[in-house]
């Protein structure tokens, strides 16, 4: 029974289905969706790590495969990582009692002189699918603002967004910010938006260059292994 | 409806390669084919960094060799855009862009009045872009009121009602559209603008989705729309919607394109 709960939990991530009333990528999927799903598998105590990994996470590792084979678009990516989302807020406050390591925080900011929000939100939705806390500091952030937050709350990733090739410029003025204050080795910085480069990530000494938000998850998995 | 061309841009790999050598020819070409296909306005965006004031003189005089169309200088730098503005000659050119940002509107606005331009004016501030109709209208307000301060009219300003995907929020759209009508109504000297492929980020079929846009958008009362003028189907769609909008008198341009085989059907 618990197995054919976290099945379906799954499906319906796939599907982005956040509830029963939700169209599905399919259009024969009915039923419950994801977060009646989630409280049905509480209700049964499923442990919160499985519904967690067998259902929300498994899930979202076919929609990451589906989105970079050209098969999903954005918004079904979308449909999917918010559903995850809103079960991740309902399963938070039970991992509290549990040996489940939080995942970090994850902050992410678009730079000093950028506007552009879509991309920043859409890697925070996907990141804080993928269990991980996202504080969203907002767009045209100052760099001082970025480096305060940093001292204070020490967050383990710092995601930095920039759309233009000017404002990319500021990214490698956060990084060396930051090692000016002393705080670089504390964080790890991802880099991302469309006028930003593996190559101008190293050149700034950026510890990740992310192409979208899955690939922003993927490196994220793969640093809290190590 | 006014056609501004958009292929001039350095955000673009093969202008912005074409910049970088200073290949004269191709840029002119384009220039050329822009104004052939029907752009009204040449827009010219010669990229930012150090040299963007040195290559924005440059680029305006290459288009300028190859068109008499007036041109739309586009940069996010006023210091670009005054570059641009010192050694443009012709007919009354338009600043791409201003928005409700007091620095912005002192720096562009003294500009537009000294160069007698014409003001793409996006309707945001400095805290991004308003999801929300009544804040858009609310930034043209700033926008009107401090332009006015340096004595340009309505008549010069062409908002931007702000174009977001669909993809990301399906209400979006109708954002647009009903900013067009809401600024249509407040400002009715003033124009309104817009670049169309915002709309279909992150959809497949963006074509579609585009030319489906820029109807609506023309029904809502959209006066001039910034695109690739060498899209046939796309222009197709801009002479249909003159037609349709009663912006062709007696159909006489629609039939013209038809005679000369310009129409996509």
Known sequence: MSDDIIAMLKENVIQGRMTGEDE?????????????????????????????????????????????AGEYYVPDMLASAEAV????????????????????????????GDIHDIGKNIVSILVKGAGYEVVDLGIDVPTDKIVDYVREHKPAFLGLSALLTTTMLVMGEVVTAL???????????????????KEYAEAIGADAYCSDGFEAVRILESMSVV | MIIIGEKINASIPSVRDAIGR??????????????????????????EGGEGAA????LVDVVRSATNKPLCLDSDDPSVLRAGLEVYRGDRVMINSVNAEPDRLKMVGSLAARNDACVIALVMDEGGIPRTVEERVRAADVIVKALADHGIAEERIFFDPLVLPVSVDSIQAGVTLKT?????????????????????????????????????????????????????????????????????????????????????Q
């Open chain 1, 24 to 68: 599905g990528v399919d259009d024969t999927v009915t039923g419950p969706g994801v977060v009646e799903l989630t409280q049905r598998a509480i209700d049964e105590h499923i442990p919160p790590q499985d519904i967690i990994t067998g259902g929300l996470t498994a899930g979202m590792e076919i929609v990451g495969e589906k989105f970079n």
């Open chain 1, 179 to 197: 090692n000016a204050a002393g705080l670089r080795e504390q964080v790890k910085i991802f880099v991302g938006g469309a006028a930003v480069s």
């Open chain 2, 180 to 264: 067009i009508e809401a600024l249509q109504k407040r400002y009715p000297a003033a124009g309104t603008v817009m670049g169309l492929s915002n709309i279909s980020y992150g959809l497949p079929a963006r074509g579609i989705v585009n030319r489906a846009f820029l109807l609506m958008a023309a029904a809502a009362g959209l006066d001039a729309a910034i695109l690739n003028p060498l899209d046939k189907r796309l222009m197709t769609l801009v002479a249909t919607a003159d037609l349709l909008t009663g912006r062709d008198s007696r159909c006489k341009r629609f039939i013209r394109s038809y005679r000369r085989g310009e129409l996509v």
């Open chain 1, 85 to 112: 989302s809103e079960a991740m807020d309902i399963l938070k406050p039970l991992l509290a009692g549990t040996d489940v390591k939080p995942k970090g925080t994850f902050a992410i900011a678009t730079v000093k």
């Open chain 2, 55 to 58: 290559t924005m003189r440059w």
């Open chain 2, 22 to 47: 200073r290949d004269e020819s191709f840029l002119a070409d384009l220039a050329g084919k822009q104004d052939t296909a029907g752009a009204d306005y040449i827009d010219v965006n010669a990229g």
